[in-house]
Structures are given as C-alpha cells and as structure tokens.
C-alpha cells in the first residue's frame, strides 16, 4: 500500500486547490457579465425584459445549486450531450453567481436617490444616458464591499462541483482520505486551504464596506 507523508498531502491538496481558484475566478468573472446583462434587463423599462430577469433570478436563486450542478451534467448526458465535468461545473456557477450578482447589484442601483434620476432628466438625459453616467457609476461604488463578500460563497460553493467528479480541493480530499485512512489530518488542511483562500476576501470586504460608507456616516 503506498504511504503518504504530510507533505504529500499538502502538495496534492495544494494542486488541488489551483483547480478551485481557478473555477471561482470562472465562475466570478462569467457571473459578474451575465449577471450585468441580467441587470440591466432588470432594471430596464420594458416590462417583458424585466420579468425574464425576474425569472431568471428566481429560478437560479430558488433552486439548490447542487440540483444546478445535477441537471447540467447529468440533464445534458441523457440528451445525447457529452458535458466534460469540468464544462458542467463552470457553466452551473456561471449562471448561479449571475443570479445572485444581479440582485445585489439591482439593490444598489434602487439604492440611489430619485433625485439623482429627476436631476439627471432634467438635462434630457436619456435613460440609457442616465444609468451610464449618473446611476451606474454611484452604484458601483456601493456594490464593491457585497460583490468582494460574495466572492467569497463562490470559492465555498466550488466544493460541491466534487458531486458531479470535478477534481477541485474537496474531490482530492476524499481522495487522498480513502488512499491514507486520515480523515482529520486531510480534511483539516483542506479546511484550511479554504479559510487561506476565503479569510483575506472577507477582510477586503468589511475594510471596503467601511472606507467607501465613510462619507455617509455624517
């Protein structure tokens, strides 16, 4: 039977875990533009674009992620749709962080002050015109400090593409806990590896919540 030092372990966790930041980073940088074009459908005038952003985002959000998971691969194999694993689990998150992202950021947007919009009308200024250049770029600047915190439930929520045999930090975990029978020590680092990867975000998160609410504290 092979033996596993604790540096074997580490090292294989750690190459596991190259594959978890780069699925949240996937799954990020995807969700961050579908969920800006789900946004704008949201927030838009006409009322059919705003009710299929609205049925999007319930669907995504009132559903499990690992049943998202589940259909991806698994919906699309029965219909004669080879789906690697690795293609499943990004699409999965892509459209799952969209759903959120979009929401967070539509609460900003409505967080504005209508007298932004009534100012901005009155230079007849568009709507588009308005969101580009008066609404959006104030909302941005509030959606920073929960869009960094979210950030964070994608790396956490990559763990679960491991259901669905995508090789991330918590598929090599059980992995190497079946090969060395040492649940505590394997899944110990593994929650470790997590906490290096999620603690940081989480400090970037409550340190931009502050700086940038500052000026509203008065």
Request: glycine letters at 6%; hydrophobic letters at 55%; charged letters at 15%.
């Given at each position: 039977?092979?033996?596993?030092?604790?540096?074997?372990?580490?090292?294989?966790?750690?190459?596991?875990?190259?594959?978890?930041?780069?699925?949240?980073?996937?799954?990020?940088?995807?969700?961050?533009?579908?969920?800006?074009?789900?946004l704008m459908m949201?927030?838009?005038?006409?009322?059919?674009?705003?009710?299929?952003?609205?049925?999007?985002?319930?669907?995504?959000?009132?559903?499990?992620?690992?049943?998202?998971?589940?259909?991806?691969?698994?919906?699309?194999?029965?219909?004669?749709?080879?789906?690697?694993?690795?293609?499943?689990?990004?699409?999965?998150?892509?459209l799952w962080s969209?759903?959120?992202?979009?929401?967070?950021?539509?609460?900003?947007?409505?967080?504005?002050?209508?007298?932004?919009?009534?100012?901005?009308?009155?230079?007849?200024?568009?709507?588009?015109?308005?969101?580009?250049?008066?609404?959006?770029?104030?909302?941005?600047?509030?959606?920073?400090a929960p869009t960094?915190?979210?950030?964070?439930?994608?790396?956490?929520?990559?763990?679960?593409?491991?259901?669905?045999?995508?090789?991330?930090?918590?598929?090599?975990?059980?992995?190497?806990?079946?090969?060395?029978?040492?649940?505590?020590?394997?899944?110990?680092?593994?929650?470790?590896?997590?906490?290096?990867?999620?603690?940081?975000?989480?400090?970037?998160?409550?340190?931009?919540?502050?700086?940038?609410?500052?000026?509203?504290?008065?």
């Open positions: 039977m092979m033996t596993f030092t604790l540096w074997d372990i580490v090292r294989n966790l750690l190459l596991a875990a190259r594959w978890t930041v780069l699925l949240a980073v996937v799954a990020f940088a995807g969700g961050a533009l579908v969920g800006l074009a789900v949201r927030v838009s005038r006409p009322r059919w674009m705003r009710r299929i952003a609205w049925a999007f985002i319930e669907l995504f959000q009132g559903t499990p992620l690992l049943m998202q998971l589940f259909l991806t691969f698994f919906g699309l194999s029965l219909a004669g749709i080879d789906v690697p694993a690795w293609l499943a689990a990004g699409s999965a998150l892509i969209a759903a959120f992202l979009a929401e967070i950021w539509r609460g900003c947007v409505e967080s504005i002050n209508r007298g932004q919009w009534e100012a901005s009308a009155s230079l007849a200024m568009g709507y588009a015109q308005q969101m580009r250049h008066v609404v959006l770029p104030q909302a941005m600047r509030i959606a920073v960094v915190g979210f950030a964070v439930q994608i790396v956490k929520s990559t763990a679960l593409t491991s259901i669905i045999g995508f090789t991330e930090l918590s598929k090599a975990s059980t992995v190497i806990t079946n090969a060395t029978f040492d649940p505590f020590t394997v899944y110990g680092m593994a929650a470790a590896i997590y906490f290096i990867l999620c603690w940081p975000l989480s400090r970037a998160s409550l340190r931009l919540e502050r700086k940038l609410n500052a000026p509203h504290r008065h």
